[in-house]
């Protein structure tokens, strides 16, 4: 097990602001599960639009946030950095509900667990959760997909 900071996040996943929904990996089991935290403020741009008098995150930006969560999680499997030849991309979501609204000065946990892996496809069960409530939970599907 093992925490990750901003930096070594910066390495491994391409998302930079305001699209970068990770702050910490608090741990993870190469091959099994990563856990890490979305802190969310006021200030995310998103805020403004959606919807300013009752600020909500939109729930595609948590589908977004674990998402990265099996990005790094699959590359720290593979022991791999990702290279400039090399997507790993989301391509399928089942399963999503969504269970509780995520506002301003919620700390999201997200949660991702392998289920499967083939050569080139991933499945993830992946669960968010602000102060030990869940927020939402989806079956996630992953590639590794060469840039054209």
């Given amino acids: 097990m093992s925490e990750m900071y901003i930096e070594e996040i910066r390495r491994f996943l391409p998302h930079r602001y305001p699209f970068l929904l990770i702050d910490r990996v608090l741990e993870f089991v190469p091959g099994e599960t990563l856990t890490a935290i979305k802190n969310v403020s006021v200030n995310e741009p ?13 729930g595609v930006l948590i589908i977004e ?12 499997t593979m022991s791999e950095e990702p290279s400039n030849d090399l997507l790993y ?3 399928g979501v089942d399963n999503v509900r969504f269970k509780r609204q995520v506002v301003p000065g919620d700390q999201l946990m997200l949660k991702a667990k392998v289920v499967r892996q083939s050569k080139v496809i991933w499945k993830f069960n992946c669960e968010a959760s602000v102060d030990g409530q869940v927020v ?6 992953c590639a590794a997909k060469e840039k054209e």
């Fill in 89 to 91: 991309m989301l391509v």
């Fill in 136 to 141: 939402t939970v989806a079956d996630m599907l």
């Fill in 46 to 58: 998103f805020f403004n639009g959606h919807f300013p008098e009752t600020p909500i995150m939109p």
């Fill in 65 to 76: 946030a674990l998402a990265q969560a099996t990005g790094l999680l699959g590359f720290k």
